[in-house]
């Protein structure tokens, strides 16, 4: 069984960056695609960003597209997000998921397995 586990998130100020990182453990030979997802109070949970874990090929939500940067470490097991010019509508809490093979890479329902997720609060 695969656990993930954020971390890196904070109160920032509108402009600022923060780095999210999700470490992974555990038995992860089935794991295929990684994502980052949002959550704002009263708001559905969104996809933020997935890689592949084994070829590195990226998406992007288009509200953080140019800003945010997903990538993995895979000696290190970790995956991370890089977010770049903040703004007071990324409050959320973030939270990282693994899928195994098939369904949409965008769909939360796809994901088997979810951290416990991160407050990312920007004030303006």
């Known amino acids: 069984q695969v656990q993930l586990v954020e971390s890196g998130g904070g109160l920032v100020q509108a402009g600022d960056s923060l780095r999210l990182s999700c470490a992974i453990s555990g038995r992860i030979f089935n794991m295929f695609v990684m994502a980052w997802f949002r959550q704002a109070p009263g708001k559905e949970r969104e996809v933020v960003a997935y890689i592949h874990w084994i070829t590195g090929t990226t998406a992007y939500a288009d509200s953080v597209k140019g800003r945010f940067t997903i990538s993995r470490d895979n000696a290190k097991n970790t995956l991370y997000l890089q977010m770049n010019s903040l703004n007071p509508e990324d409050t959320a809490s973030y939270y990282c998921?693994?899928?195994?093979?098939?369904?949409?890479?965008?769909?939360?329902?796809?994901?088997?397995?979810w951290g416990q997720g991160t407050q990312v609060t920007v004030s303006s």
């Open positions: 998921a693994s899928k195994s093979y098939g369904g949409s890479s965008s769909d939360a329902n796809q994901y088997q397995i």
